[in-house]
């Protein structure tokens, strides 16, 4: 079984690259992200919660998430390889999917970040905006608070990973299909 942990900064592709990867490998994809917006779609308790926290650009807090996380993948043990997008977001996140995959004597194959750099986020994401429909993509300053929240807490990830050399990183910037030339490259190795 093939785990993967695409990574990268808010606006970086991961969700479109992680689409297609999952489409052509048959990869379970789980983001975070999706789960929650589901939850607020729904007004339910944890969608009311973590709406508070979405709105200005801040980690919803990891009790949630990571109870969240672990309800979905357990609900899916015949997935044949999951890539999670947009977990982990913080090491605490990362050493409770360790545990998690550990549980069925799995584990992450890799991590592979998308290099992009911030400026271009900030375009992309307003450019997002006009048809997202999501109050965290449509104003600069929350945006600039995701990126900042990802450089302080997200990005020691890459580390933990690449402590084992299981982190990598490719190209974020380019047409999508090229990019994701670039990731199957990747995948096809591990
Ligand atoms: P995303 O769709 O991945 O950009 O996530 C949108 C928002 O959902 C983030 O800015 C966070 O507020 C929240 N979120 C998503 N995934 C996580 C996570 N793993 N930990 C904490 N908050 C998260």
Partial sequence: MINIILFG???????TQAKKLADKYGFLHISTGDLF??????????GLEAKSYIDKGQLVPDSVT?????????SSPDANGIIFDGFPRNVLQA????ELL????????ALIQLNVSDDEIVKRILERSKT????????????????????????????YYSEDGRSHAV?????????????????DTL
Avoid: H, W
């Fill in 171 to 187: 190209e974020g910037i380019g047409q999508i299909d090229e990019i994701f030339a670039r990731l199957c490259n990747l995948v």
């Fill in 37 to 46: 917006r589901y939850e607020i779609g729904n007004k339910t308790p944890l």
């Fill in 132 to 159: 997202s429909g999501r109050s965290d993509d449509a104003d600069e300053s929350i945006i600039r608070n995701r990126i900042d929240v990802y450089n302080r807490e997200t990005a020691p990830v890459f580390a």
């Fill in 66 to 74: 990571i109870g969240m996380l672990r309800k979905k993948v357990e």
């Fill in 102 to 109: 550990a549980e069925s004597d799995d584990r992450i194959s």
């Fill in 95 to 98: 050493e409770a999917l360790d």
């Fill in 9 to 15: 900064p808010p606006g970086s592709g991961k969700g």
